[in-house]
């Protein structure tokens, strides 16, 4: 085992303590091969996780992983689920209205989201498929649900939420840089000035929280105060 020795001095993530022998090492389950492969791809990216090196990252050969999981894709739904019971673990269940669980519930997502960016594609590029997402849409929904007898309202909610919330994670994903080429530019001066504003004088973080509190006010405007879908 001189090769998962090596790995392990290598990769200061590895769950297992360097110098531990077999029979100390934390029994090789599902759980354990997620979190680790959520480690690797936090690390190197996520089209560089493998078997082979996800295995000599556990000091077992890539075979034994298989007692564990299907596949690549059965190993990926399985890092997703990690992710949403990260996602659980941070949801705090404050008491209030709708409103309150619902914002509570998107920056526990984000939250989650910033800290793995690597791995965000499984939250939002694969089928709702895991047991884990299952879960945490069993709690989002419930919010939205014990709001209003009226499904339709309900679905329609947590819609534009989670539509607002993903969108706008993939879009700041997708941008290089928070602060593009900002110079003035002849009949521009207006759109650069405007940029400006927006993206200097205004972080991620406050542009989040602003459009999320716009976005339930709309919500509650229209569906819940109205119930405007009988």
């Known amino acids: 085992m001189a090769g998962a020795d090596t790995a392990r001095r290598r990769n200061p993530h590895s769950p297992y303590t360097l110098g531990m022998t077999v029979t100390e090492r934390a029994p090789l389950n599902r759980a354990l091969i997620a979190e680790t492969a959520l480690s690797l791809i936090d690390e190197r990216g996520l089209d560089q996780l493998s078997m082979r090196k996800l295995g000599a990252e556990l000091g077992v050969e890539a075979m034994s992983l298989y007692n564990h999981v299907d596949n690549k894709d059965d190993l990926l739904d399985a890092v997703a689920d990690r992710l949403y019971e990260h996602i659980l673990d941070a949801y705090t269940e404050p008491d209030g209205p709708w409103r309150v669980r619902a914002a509570e519930m998107a920056l526990s997502y984000v939250s989650v989201a910033a800290a793995h960016p690597n791995a965000f594609p499984l939250l939002v590029g694969r089928p709702p498929v895991s047991r884990g997402e299952q879960r945490f849409l069993d709690r989002v929904v419930a919010i939205f649900d014990d709001t209003t007898d009226n499904l339709r309202v309900a679905a329609l909610a947590f819609s534009v939420v989670a539509n607002w919330v993903v969108g706008t994670l993939v879009q700041q994903a997708s ?27 205004l972080s991620r973080e406050e542009r989040f929280a602003e459009g999320l509190e716009t976005v339930l006010d709309g919500i509650e405007t229209r569906y819940f105060s109205a119930e405007r879908y009988p």
């Open 175 to 201: 941008s290089a840089s928070d602060v593009p080429n900002l110079a003035p530019d002849g009949e521009f001066v207006r759109v650069a000035t405007f940029r400006r504003e927006l993206l200097v004088n």
